[in-house]
């Protein structure tokens, strides 16, 4: 029974990795490099051959944006929860964060795109963050 479990939650994190990384248009290769994790690692994970550990999880869920226990299999939602309210003005929303004019355009600019243009946005943010976050712990390691 433990081995079924072990199983049926193993092909859970196969099929939500893959999903993952097709929401975003990642291949393999796009995902080793932004996690630093060795693409042979990624083949066996996603042929199930080997269990990847919690970090290596964390990892693929900040890189991919969805939560570290829905990409474990949990029946847990699949990004991490962020209440926004919808119909507020930017200029509401600046009284509540001070945005420079150049930070205004951009939430504008992305409110008037289309939905095929906000998710090219979101790809190339995300893409642009996980680059960052790689740049910055290689930083810090050779400290």
């Known amino acids: 029974m433990e081995n079924e479990l072990t199983i049926e939650l193993s092909q859970k994190f196969i099929d939500r990795l893959m999903e993952a990384m097709k929401d975003k248009g990642y291949k393999q290769a796009d995902l080793a490099g932004l996690t630093n994790i060795d693409k042979g690692a990624i083949s066996h994970y996603l042929s199930g051959s080997y269990a990847p550990k919690a970090d290596k999880i964390y990892t693929f869920a900040k890189v991919l944006g969805v939560s570290s226990g829905w990409l474990m299999g949990l029946d847990v939602p699949k990004h991490e929860e962020i209440i926004i309210q919808p119909e507020i003005s930017t200029s509401q929303f600046s009284d509540a964060i001070i945005l420079s004019s150049a930070e205004k355009d951009i939430i504008n600019a992305y409110r008037n ?23 910055k712990a290689d930083t810090n390691v050779t400290r």
Do not use: H, P, W
């Not at 795109?113 to 740049?135: H, P």
């Open 113 to 135: 795109c289309s939905d095929e243009g906000r998710t090219d946005i979101q790809k190339f943010v995300n893409y642009t963050l996980a680059i960052n976050s790689v740049k």
